[in-house]
T-cell receptor
Framework: KAGVTQTPRYLIKTRGQQVTLSCSPI?????VSWYQQTPGQGLQFLFE???????NKGNFPGRFSGRQFSNSRSEMNVSTLELGDSALYLC??????????????FGPGTRLLVL | GEDVEQSLFLSVREGDSSVINCTYT??????LYWYKQEPGAGLQLLTY?????DMKQDQRLTVLLNKKDKHLSLRIADTQTGDSAIYFC????????FGTGTRLLVSP
């Protein structure tokens, strides 16, 4: 099976802009989670989608949003970008999510640089 | 809240064993995980252990779990230069909570 894919791999934006990142899960996986990785804060959970519904949410401002499509592909959107949003954004998929005692498999990430 | 702690750095010689330690606070997790991250890459799931197990062995990897002390360790036998990376332990029920990561440097 193909792994989790994320596009684009690299992105440069300026403050105030918005950005959309995409994640395609492993075939058959219905749960998609997003994480932000920064040198200062480490790896932090953003949100999880399952069957097109947001099931869990981390502690991030409303500028961070997401959605999931019927084919389980997910997008994450960040509006009004700030310098501190520069990070590696990782997407992970699993058949039913951690609550179903399943492991998550991560994609290679999208590296976002905000200037 | 949940908290996971790891030492930041470990340096070993090729062929030695490496032991990476982790402590956690949330005892409700069903599984605890070890992930590996190489430079510029995403997270690779190395292994995981069910919370009612004490030990799990997977080729060169041995995971030990001490539930009483909430302590998890990852032992890598015969460490190779290709094992140089950052290792994260993680736990969680509905979301993963990661440790700070331990940077393992393997010298020839």
């Amino acid at each position: 099976k193909a792994g989790v894919t994320q596009t684009p791999r690299y992105l440069i934006k300026t403050r105030g802009q918005q950005v959309t990142l995409s994640c395609s899960p492993i075939s058959g996986h219905r749960s998609v989670s997003w994480y932000q990785q920064t040198p200062g804060q480490g790896l932090q959970f953003l949100f999880e989608y399952f069957s097109e519904t947001q099931r869990n949410k981390g502690n991030f401002p409303g500028r961070f949003s997401g959605r999931q499509f019927s084919n389980s592909r997910s997008e994450m959107n960040v509006s009004t970008l700030e310098l501190g949003d520069s990070a590696l954004y990782l997407c992970a998929s699993s058949p039913g999510g951690l609550a179903q005692q399943e492991t998550q498999y991560f994609g290679p990430g999208t590296r976002l640089l905000v200037l | 809240g949940e908290d996971v702690e790891q030492s930041l750095f470990l340096s070993v010689r090729e062929g030695d064993s490496s032991v990476i330690n982790c402590t956690y606070t949330d005892s409700s997790s069903t599984y605890l995980y070890w992930y590996k991250q190489e430079p510029g890459a995403g997270l690779q799931l190395l292994t995981y252990i069910f919370s009612n197990m004490d030990m799990k062995q997977d080729q060169r990897l041995t995971v030990l779990l001490n539930k009483k002390d909430k302590h998890l360790s990852l032992r890598i036998a015969d460490t190779q230069t290709g094992d140089s990376a950052i290792y994260f332990c993680a736990e969680g029920f509905q979301k993963l909570v990661f440790g700070t990561g331990t940077r393992l440097l393997v010298s020839p």
